[in-house]
């Protein structure tokens, strides 16, 4: 059974930081691509970065670039977001994904997401 947990959301300022991981467990995972996406209140699910299965390749979105680092430890099972200088429209529920989209930001491509963990700046 196949498992994503995240962790590291919170409470920030505008201009603060954060670093999310996820964890995964019951898949083989260096044989896939993990991804971030982030859903606000009211708004459809996007992608906000996606990284190769072997870490040398980072996808993100245009809003983030810039600012958020997509990284991967494989033995650790666990990929990372580090996000700089955030901003109040950042806020939402960040998950991690994992499957074999077509393409990295169309979300009815990921087989397994996580349960999320929200992220909230504001002063």
């Known amino acids: 059974q196949v498992q994503l947990v995240e962790s590291g959301g919170g409470l920030v300022q505008p201009g603060g930081s954060l670093r999310l991981s996820c964890t995964g467990s019951?898949?083989?995972?260096?044989?896939?691509?993990m991804a971030w996406f982030r859903q606000a209140p009211g708004k459809e699910r996007e992608g906000v970065s996606c990284?190769?299965?072997?870490?040398?390749?980072?996808y993100y979105a245009n809003s983030v670039k810039g600012r958020i680092t997509i990284s991967r430890d494989n033995a650790k099972n666990t990929i990372f977001l580090q996000m700089n200088s955030l901003k109040p429209e950042d806020t939402a529920m960040y998950y991690c994904a994992t499957g074999y989209p077509r393409y990295w930001d169309f979300s009815q491509g990921y087989s397994y997401w996580g349960q999320g963990t929200q992220v909230t700046v504001s002063s």
């Open positions: 019951g898949l083989t995972f260096d044989g896939y691509a």
């Open positions: 990284i190769s299965k072997s870490g040398t390749t980072p």
